[in-house]
């Protein structure tokens, strides 16, 4: 069974930055590809980042290019997602997620292109 878990979330002002965190546990990630969606409150959830580890593929949703960067560290089966000049609007929980399937990008930004998520990490940003 695999389990993800995410942490580093918090209360944040408008510009401010946070790093989460994603803790995969009960198998060896280096052939996964591994992805952040959100969810604000009475939203859909959202597409933000994906990785596949073991070629560094990334894709990002438009609205976090050149701020939010997707990365893992393969000695800690971890992957991060580093958030800069967060904005107001980015209040939410944030989801990481994986799998080992082979897919098209296209559906690297679908939710149920992924097998494994975890219980997902609050992310506050005040104005």
């Known amino acids: 069974q695999v389990q993800l878990a995410e942490s580093g979330g918090g209360l944040v002002q408008a510009g401010g930055s946070l790093r989460l965190s994603c803790a995969a546990s009960g198998r060896t990630f280096s052939n996964y590809r591994m992805a952040w969606f959100r969810q604000a409150p009475g939203k859909e959830r959202e597409f933000v980042a994906a990785q596949k580890w073991i070629t560094t593929t990334t894709i990002y949703v438009d609205s976090v290019k050149g701020r939010f960067t997707i990365s893992r560290d393969n000695a800690r089966n971890t992957g991060y997602l580093q958030m800069n000049d967060l904005k107001p609007e980015e209040k939410a929980v944030y989801y990481c997620?994986?799998?080992?399937?082979?897919?098209?990008?296209?559906?690297?930004?679908?939710?149920?292109?992924?097998?494994?998520w975890g219980q997902g990490t609050q992310v506050t940003v005040s104005s």
């Open positions: 997620a994986a799998t080992i399937r082979i897919s098209s990008l296209s559906r690297w930004r679908v939710g149920d292109g992924y097998d494994y």
